[in-house]
């Protein structure tokens, strides 16, 4: 039997979308590359999580082994000065980015490059942990990058 809400949820739910949104990441690809990468540029200019994660992939990749270009992207994208509300979610992507672009790096044969640049982030992901008023999401990521250094030094 419905519910005496249905009636009113149906009138004020608005209209359904017309892909769902797991089928959407499947379409994505065919906006292109560079219509993607310019829908990514305007949103992270409102995006302080997105801009730092976009910032830490690109100052790391395009490093080139330059040790103070990574390190100057990893302390600016690790800097965090305020208090971070828990409604304020999603920093771990910062650390996440960090360490797809580490395996970038390793799979560019930089290994020792790449778990410098880790121990790195890991000291200064550690050190601003304290900001967050609900760390789960950095711990979880933080923990995901403690466990990516510890991979690659086995085949070392």
Excluded at 113 to 136: C, K, L, P, T, Y
Aim: aromatic share 8%; charged share 30%.
């Amino acid at each position: 039997m419905p519910s005496e809400k249905s009636p009113y949820l149906e009138r004020n739910r608005g209209p359904t979308p017309p892909i769902d949104f797991d089928d959407l990441r499947k379409h994505l690809p065919s906006l292109g590359s560079q219509h993607l990468a310019e829908l990514l540029w305007v949103r992270a200019q409102q995006d302080d999580v997105l801009a730092k994660a976009l910032t830490a992939s690109v100052a790391i990749r395009s490093a080139q082994g330059d040790w103070q270009q990574a390190k100057d992207g990893v302390d600016y994208d690790c800097h965090f000065p305020d208090f971070i509300r828990y409604t304020e979610g999603g920093h771990g992507m910062i650390l996440d980015e960090i360490k797809n672009s580490l395996d970038f790096l390793s799979a560019q044969g930089q290994i020792d490059s790449a778990i410098r640049i880790a121990e790195h982030a890991i000291q200064r992901g550690q050190e601003v942990a304290e900001n967050f008023e609900d760390d789960w999401d950095w711990i979880s990521s933080l923990k995901d990058l403690m466990a990516w250094v510890e991979k690659p030094r086995g085949g070392t």
